[in-house]
């Protein structure tokens, strides 16, 4: 008779990080920015929704934001032009899927949409029409904050990745467990930050990414192992070849590499259940999210306690809200909530 297979524990931590003064004052900068009842850039039709989303990747990499500013300013070069405004899907064009979060973060609880401070609906409002002189007083004060976010080289979050995956993959060295993570952000930009981080840090070579489009080099070298080995097996397979890339990259990462840098694409549709390591550099505001996430590699015929990691700044008032309403909802850091040693506390099971 088979032996039954039991459904392993999933085991949440927390990296605390402080951002360098640098990044705190990029961040207050931005945030100062957003938070002004009238900017040019921005139509104020979107206002809620793009205040939102620009403050998540802005917690996400100074590189995230300093492309996302780039496109703030081409939307008042626009107007300066005669043009209309960038789409929404332009100006948030770096972060994927953000429309699943609009019934999550842009309601009230009761379900009611946002107002803005004078109890009018958002989109209720006009838009504000700027002087010629204001547009370019406003884009002047946005490339300085581009430059400046340019300017920034590393980023501390980005340093706790490199502490707390070293952790993570000593132990499972030691457990004889497979040297596996799977990595989700929500921007493609802060994913290519992250593989160069990788990359210049021990994992060069390492790597699988995996988002929306998974077009690049990467994606045609995992295409092409992949294409090899498959004729070589069952040549009979039939898949689109979107699908046939995304099957690529889920062999690559399991036969080839060490990490896959995932977007959201990467949260549904895939099984990474020879990986015990979920990663959540950046925390989506949708708890379903989350589930999803986790869900790729907690699930039925995983041998091993999945670890999820997460990453909080915790004199970040929107991050600690963030937390708590996941905690609240999904139970995710109860009893670990904080436990940034882990690794040194917490005894695993002996056995996989």
Request: contains cysteine; proline residues 3%; hydrophobic residues 35%.
């Amino acid at each position: 008779m088979q032996e039954y297979t039991p459904y392993t524990n999933r085991i949440s931590m927390v990296e605390d990080f402080t951002p360098a003064e640098e990044e705190q004052r990029l961040y207050e900068s931005v945030s100062e920015y957003l938070q002004r009842p009238e900017v040019a850039a921005i139509k104020h039709s979107q206002r809620a929704l793009m205040v939102l989303v620009y403050r998540k990747i802005l917690v996400s990499s100074s590189f995230a934001i300093a492309q996302t500013i780039e496109s703030l300013i081409g939307n008042l070069d626009r107007q300066l032009t005669g043009l209309q405004p960038e789409s929404v899907e332009a100006l948030v064009k770096d972060v994927e899927r953000y429309e699943e979060e609009i019934e999550e973060i842009a309601k009230k609880e009761d379900g009611e949409p946002i107002e803005a401070e004078n109890g009018a609906a958002e989109a209720e409002q006009p838009d504000y029409t700027a002087a010629p002189e204001d547009i370019e007083k406003e884009k002047s004060e946005l490339s300085g904050f581009k430059k400046f976010a340019e300017g920034i080289n590393k980023n501390s979050k980005g340093d706790a990745l490199l502490i707390a995956l070293k952790r993570a993959f000593e132990h499972n060295r030691k457990m004889g467990w497979p040297e596996k993570a799977v990595i989700f952000t929500e921007s493609k930009r802060t994913q290519q930050y992250l593989f160069a981080l990788l990359s210049q840090n021990g994992y060069e070579e390492r790597i699988t990414l995996f988002s929306g489009t998974n077009e690049g080099p990467l994606g045609r070298r995992a295409f092409e192992r992949w294409e090899r080995e498959r004729f070589r097996h069952d040549k009979e397979l039939k898949l689109s070849k979107e699908a046939a890339v995304r099957e690529a990259l889920i062999h690559e990462f399991k036969r080839c590499t060490n990490i896959l840098i995932a977007t959201e694409a990467g949260a549904e549709g895939i099984n990474l259940q020879f990986c015990n390591i979920v990663v959540n550099y950046d925390l989506p505001w949708n708890p379903q999210r989350i589930e999803q996430r986790i869900d790729r590699c907690h699930r039925y015929g995983q041998k091993r306690d999945v670890v999820v990691l997460n990453f909080l700044n915790r004199k970040n008032a929107a991050d600690m809200r963030v937390f708590e309403l996941l905690d609240k909802k999904l139970k995710l850091f109860e009893g670990v909530f904080g436990a940034s040693d882990f690794f040194q506390r917490r005894r695993y099971r002996e056995t996989a």
